[in-house]
């Protein structure tokens, strides 16, 4: 299982993106700030300070933030129906895609802009396999 933990101006909507994208079950922790636990990985939604929070702009939708040294990737089971997801969860599809060593890996933007890749098996993928 891999952690990772992201921090949000939104967390209940960042929750609910990585909800529907990792298909994990969220848990609410004390501190209002959510832990979301699927088979392959635990990622936790922690809010940022209000302080900090005043000067973050997020755009609807998000624009990429592509400047961070960091892209998280996760598994996914059914490549094709989880990027169907992504835009009814509040992210965007991205036109990069590539497929390496029999998987195809799609970057997509999560609500805040972050840019993340899923991947998947090639035949779970319908329709993807052109590049971008």
Do not use: W
């Amino acid at each position: 299982m891999s952690s990772l933990v992201i921090f949000s101006k939104n967390v209940s909507r960042m929750a609910a993106f990585y909800e529907a994208i990792l298909d994990a079950k969220p848990r609410v922790e004390p501190s209002g700030d959510v832990r979301l636990i699927s088979e392959r990985d635990e990622v936790l939604i922690h809010s940022i300070p209000k302080k900090i929070a005043r000067t973050v702009e997020i755009s609807t939708p998000p624009e990429a933030r592509d400047g961070f040294p960091l892209k998280p990737i996760f598994d996914v089971g059914a490549l094709g129906a989880v990027l169907d997801v992504v835009p009814t969860a509040g992210g965007v599809v991205t036109a990069f895609q590539f497929t390496a060593d029999g998987l195809t890996r799609h970057d997509v933007l999560d609500p805040d802009g972050n840019v993340i890749q899923l991947r998947g098996r090639v035949s779970s993928s319908p329709g993807a396999g052109s590049q971008g």
